[in-house]
């Protein structure tokens, strides 16, 4: 979603927001801008329409800006199309208020309306002028006090914001508001600074923290000072960034895509590795018993996108391996169907980011209905992360390219430990069970790694589906879940249609869809599905398809009349998601390469989802 940075310090503040607001472009936008206070107590702002390069051009690299306090934005357009008239930072009609918004004010109209009852006027179709104008009027009423002026629009609005706000006069201050957006405050040797992500202060900041929900904080060139919503003073402790800046960093890889998929072996290492107490899986870290996971009637997966595809691979092996029942549930839907939870039930919550709007929300309805919930997330101390009762974090790294390749491959590493200490703790597991299955998790690294070096073999598969319309994937069970992710994959890299199918589904309507030269590819790692899957790949080869299987096995009859075969290492069945995900996720890259696409940022598409 929009990008938000901002600093108060000794340095000039344009370059450092225009860096900072480079760090957050994997997030997607559509437009740019910063504003910076002047010597003469004035505010400079610049806008610019489409990429970060452009406002960089327009500023000369934030050189005509000068001014050592200011704040920066990169909008995702939610209200009103991507202008110059759109983009943040936004004035409030008297120019007493200049700030930048990401989240969402639900009731804008409502407010708008009262504002325009007081002869304010507006020049934007944004909610974002909306809450400029708004805290204006609230500080005027507050005798020009930011806090109290901040505190009454808390009162008012609806909705989600993370806000950083310049107030007229008070040059060498920044004030930063939030509920139920990311917000992460730093504080370094030059200074203070404000981000939506971490990424964006590594730089310059050696400590921060993340501002609590509906808390206000103050940022000066001294420090900074911590309030409540009720306006009292409050310490947070700040944390060391832990962070290694260079993983930010392209390095030799053309792509932060490329250079991602390279990165999975490592990080689904390291969150096994994480996960281990003298060679057994053990949850003791995360504070969760064998007796409250022996007492669970059922479990429910929740989450968005890709890890939501995660939860989908995952569901088939907890269900397998625990014997309890799963539910995968798209979080977006998860609240307003009114789940029927209950004490004896856990709800995992699944997010890269932690601070996906559908899932934090998911996470609180469970919590509310009196369900335990437990997250697998990549970002301590991120709003999911904080609120979740139990949580297991995924080891991924920071991941700059908008469509997730080892964050998803960290996911299934993580749901995998959780699933064999459920069965364990249900007495589902001997202890040879267990020690095999641990073995097949520890050897996933190093096949992950020989699935990397199948990227030549894919030339052709990738060259056939470069300028096809339609692109389907084909798998049963576990294989299926897979084709979901490759389908989203090549859906966001390429803008090709794509869709997986449950192969027995195929016959019920969508073979109309197979005709002459369609790209259709098989994923086969289940045994005991493989001759359905036969039969299935062989209707689509009878119509005209151009059919391609991605196989695990020892059974070469599989590869008999296909257009091509890409061969995987053998792992445990119930893991496979693992490996048949690497070659489709390069697929993907190089589909969007061929087509002189924008890899690591896709259009109209955001890495962090943070509003509804």
């Known amino acids: 979603m929009c990008g938000i940075v901002g600093y108060v310090g000794r340095k000039q503040a344009g370059p450092l927001l225009l860096d900072g607001l480079s760090r957050l472009e994997y997030r997607g936008y559509d437009s740019a801008g910063i504003a910076v206070f002047r010597e003469d107590g004035g505010i ?18 934030g050189a005509l800006l000068p001014g050592r306090c200011g704040i920066g934005h990169t909008r995702w357009a939610t209200h009103g199309a991507p202008s110059e008239q759109n983009a943040h930072p936004h004035v409030s009609m008297h120019g007493g208020v200049t700030l930048v918004h990401n989240g969402i004010i639900e009731n804008d109209r409502e407010l708008r309306e009262e504002l325009l009852g007081e002869g304010f006027r507006f020049y934007s179709e944004t909610d974002t002028e909306v809450a400029a104008n708004y805290i204006e009027y609230c500080f005027d009423r507050a005798e020009g006090d930011p806090k109290q002026a901040i505190r009454r629009f808390m009162e008012r609005a609806r909705g989600s914001y993370a806000l950083a706000i310049l107030f007229q006069g008070r040059t060498d201050e920044i004030w930063a508001v939030r509920k139920d957006s990311p917000m992460i405050i730093g504080r370094g040797e030059d200074g203070c600074c404000l981000a939506s992500d971490v990424q964006a202060i590594l730089k310059y900041s050696d400590s921060a923290c993340y501002i609590g929900n509906r808390e206000i904080a103050r940022l000066t060139e001294r420090g900074i000072s911590f309030f409540d919503e009720k306006g009292r003073a409050i310490e947070k402790e700040m944390g060391r960034i832990e962070m290694d800046g260079r993983a930010a960093e392209k390095g030799i890889y053309p792509h932060f895509m490329l250079k991602e998929i390279h990165e999975q072996p490592a990080a689904v290492e390291e969150t096994l590795r994480s996960m281990l107490r003298d060679g057994r899986i053990s949850l003791s870290g995360i504070g969760i018993s064998d007796s409250a996971l022996q007492k669970l009637r059922s479990v429910w997966i929740v989450a968005c996108g890709s890890a939501f595809y995660a939860g989908t691979a995952l569901q088939y092996g907890i269900e ?35 601070e996906t709007a559908d899932t934090l929300a998911a996470l609180r309805e469970a919590k509310l209905r009196g369900a335990s919930t437990l997250a697998i997330v990549n970002v301590p101390g991120s709003s999911i992360a904080r609120e979740a009762d139990y949580v297991l974090y995924t080891l991924a790294g920071p991941e700059v390219s908008v469509a997730t390749t080892k964050a998803y491959s960290a996911q299934l590493m993580a749901g995998y430990i959780l699933c064999l200490a459920l069965a364990r703790a249900r007495g589902r597991l001997t202890r040879a069970e267990e020690e095999r299955l641990t073995g097949a998790l520890r050897e996933l690294p190093e096949k992950i790694s020989l699935c990397l070096s199948l990227s030549d073999s894919l030339s052709g598969i990738a060259e056939r589906c470069r300028d096809a319309r339609d692109v389907f994937f084909l798998g049963r069970g576990i294989d299926y879940a897979a084709g979901l992710e490759a389908a989203l994959k090549l859906k966001e890299l390429s803008y090709i249609h794509a869709e997986a199918y449950a192969a027995g ?78 070659p489709l996720q390069l697929l993907a890259y190089r589909v969007s390469v061929l087509r002189g696409l924008d890899v690591d940022r896709p259009r109209n598409l955001a890495k962090s989802v943070t509003v509804e």
């Open 320 to 354: 397998a391996l625990a014997g309890i029942l799963v539910r995968t549930e798209l979080a977006s839907e998860f609240r307003y169907r009114k789940p029927l939870l209950s004490p004896e039930d856990l709800v995992i919550l699944i997010s890269q980011s932690g």
């Open 44 to 61: 400079s702002i610049s806008k610019a329409v489409g990429k970060l390069s452009n406002l960089i051009k327009k500023t000369e690299g």
């Open 505 to 582: 589904e195929l016959k019920h309507g969508a073979i109309s869809l197979i005709e002459e030269g369609v790209p259709v590819i098989g994923i086969l790692s289940q045994p005991e599905l493989f001759e359905k899957m036969r039969s299935n790949m062989a209707e689509v080869k009878s119509r005209g398809g151009c059919l391609y299987a991605l196989f695990m096995g020892k059974d070469r009859e599989l590869l008999s009349g296909t257009d091509g075969s890409i061969l995987l290492p053998e792992t445990e069945p119930l893991f496979s998601a693992s490996l048949s995900v690497i």
